[in-house]
């Protein structure tokens, strides 16, 4: 045993989880910014990524490289079967009930629009809905938009309050015989509310009312189990959850799958193709047309499964240290206003100050190591709902220390100064 | 904090927070909206065009102190210019703040305070919004122009 007084942050992580030992798998934290040490608090917008995913990458590129499903030999049979190991991890990581209902995809993004253009356009005729909240982030509503336009479909929106929590009664109202389709975030990005997504669920279920859910700031931050909420599509991006870009998840319940039309045409999605007539493969391939993103995904599994060593409870609970602590802090300090103070949140602290346009935080911050992201984040309705341009955002990872949120606060008291 | 400060002069952050002809013209015989999506930053440029010079310019709307300042000392420049030399300033205006003024805005006068903005790639956006709305106003365009 040392005999070495423990500093407070010490004792704060002296459990399993080691903040400062984890920060060592994720090589690019370890660099100066302006002469100081790189303070990364952009995390809703991208996570870096551990070690185990650049090796991944690299070791699939190096050793397996070949195309999938097709191939009779060794080095196609290696990456055919990586790459579907990573379903079963994804499968397992969201509790799906099948491999065949995790789907890959570009991201969130996509994944949305698909069930638009598949589910959306054979489920949603003229006259329908379909409701989101107010709290989305584009890709949860501009999908929707195109969708509505084309079938002369109502897009609705259930409200929040100025806490930036879904008012429940309202959303509930908006339920109607009309509504095909409810599409709400888990997490929002702008706002770091917490969605009460069982509860929607459970509401737009009695009305048999298909859900999807936006789990893309979800899943990097609270175990999800898709069969316990009993979402009918969950999309995810992996580089929210420290893997590579390119790649994500739509998971969707196997018999909303089934009865779906395919989206994108190609090869790997058929099972025989004649010119008077294709018939489409089995799920999931029937919609992963074409050569997919193997080594992004290879990377995603390895992410995966570094997270699942972490453990998200741990990481919950290491992010909800940080959020209160960044709370407490920031909201400290005069002039601050903290958009988004919903009871339940987690991950994002976003932040408007007196006379001060988050552009000008933004370059300030940076100049001293520290990375936020100041903007409308993609969700402009929020701003509007707050009747602000844009904040200044500081999103945590699993990476992130009590130190750098001290760092962030002194580099604000640094944006007074400079801007008198 | 010096290259900060070269950004953030005190004649910049003045001119945020007190910003001259930050007002509409009724009526204006030109008007445009300079709108930069990325950060939200939304101004309208009025302008009276008189005898091919221009008598009479205002603003209004939210931005950055950059922008902000920018629009603010660009009414102050181009008021009483012909069209010609308001034009001929906003190119020298945009080389000085991309880096690509030779006499680092020597001939620009106050304007030269804008030189900092070339070291910061992403604020030139910001430093250039509300020329880019004078600019659609005198040609005449109708649509919001954005720096997106």
């Not at chain 1, 040490?37 to 690299?58: M, S």
């Not at chain 1, 917490?194 to 009305?207: L, S």
């Not at chain 1, 955002?393 to 699993?398: M, T, Y």
Request: aromatic content about 6%; some cysteine; glycine content about 8%.
């Amino acid at each position: 045993m040392s005999t070495v007084a423990k500093t407070p942050q010490e004792i704060h992580t002296a459990g399993t989880y080691d903040v400062y030992k984890i920060r060592k798998d994720f090589p690019i934290l370890n660099q100066n910014v302006h002469g100081k040490p790189l303070v990364y608090l952009d995390n809703a917008a991208t996570t870096q990524k551990p070690l185990a995913v650049i090796d991944a990458i690299e070791q699939y590129y190096r050793h397996d490289n070949s195309n999938i499903h097709r191939g009779v030999h060794t080095l196609s049979e290696r990456a055919t079967a990586d790459y579907e190991k990573v379903r079963e991890t994804a499968r397992k990581f969201l509790n799906a009930a099948d491999t065949k209902e995790i789907i890959f995809v570009r991201g969130t993004t996509e994944a949305i629009n698909m069930v638009a253009q598949t589910y959306g356009r054979k489920n949603v005729g003229s006259g329908d809905e379909v409701l989101i909240t107010a709290l989305e982030h584009h890709s949860n509503i501009v999908p929707w938009q195109l969708l509505c336009e084309e079938k002369g479909a109502k897009l609705r929106v259930a409200p929040i309050n100025d806490s930036g929590e879904l008012l429940l009664e309202e959303f509930e109202k908006l339920l109607t015989p009309k509504t095909k389709l409810v599409a709400v975030a888990h997490l929002s990005n702008a706002l770091g509310t917490i969605n009460p997504v069982r509860e929607i669920i459970r509401m737009a279920h009695a009305r048999n009312i298909p859900v999807l859910v936006d789990g893309a700031q979800a899943v990097a931050r609270m175990q999800v189990d898709v069969q316990a909420l009993d979402c009918d599509f969950y999309a995810l991006s992996s580089h929210k959850l420290y893997g590579p870009t390119g790649i994500g998840v739509l998971y969707g319940k196997t018999k909303l799958l089934e009865a779906m039309p395919p989206w994108q045409g190609g090869g790997d999605m058929i099972a025989s193709v004649t010119f008077e007539k294709t018939i489409y493969n089995r799920l999931p391939y029937k919609f992963e047309a074409g050569t997919p993103n193997i080594a992004d995904t290879i990377g995603f599994g390895a992410a995966l499964e570094y997270v699942n060593r972490l453990g998200l409870d741990e990481i919950e609970r290491h992010e909800a240290d940080l959020l209160a602590y960044a709370t407490k802090s920031v909201e400290a300090i005069p002039g601050i206003r903290i958009i988004g103070t919903a009871k339940e949140k987690a991950g994002v602290l976003s932040f408007v100050m007196d006379d001060i346009h988050p552009h000008d935080i933004g370059t300030i911050l940076d100049s001293e190591g520290v990375a936020v992201r100041t903007g409308h984040h993609c969700a402009q309705p929020v701003m509007q709902r707050f009747d602000i341009p844009a904040t200044a955002r500081a999103s945590f990872g699993l990476y992130n220390t009590r130190e750098e949120i001290d760092v962030l606060v002194a580099a604000i008291h640094k944006v007074q100064k400079v801007m008198g | 904090m010096s290259e900060l400060r070269e950004l953030y002069q005190e004649v910049i952050l003045e001119h945020s927070k007190k910003p001259r002809n930050f007002h509409a013209l009724e009526p204006a015989s030109h008007k445009a909206e300079g709108y930069n999506p990325l950060c939200g930053d939304h101004f309208t440029v009025y302008v009276n065009v008189k005898d091919g010079a221009i008598s009479d310019i205002g603003f209004q709307g939210s931005g950055c102190a950059i922008s902000k300042a920018s629009a603010s000392m660009m009414t102050q420049t181009l008021k009483g210019k012909t069209t010609e030399e308001a034009e001929n300033v906003f190119t020298r205006f945009h080389d000085l703040v991309t880096g690509h003024a030779p006499g680092n805005g020597e001939d620009l006068g106050k304007l030269a305070v804008f030189a900092g903005v070339s070291e910061y790639p992403l604020r030139v956006k910001c430093a250039t919004l509300a020329w880019h709305a004078l600019r659609a106003a005198l040609r005449g365009d109708q649509d919001a122009i954005s720096t997106e």
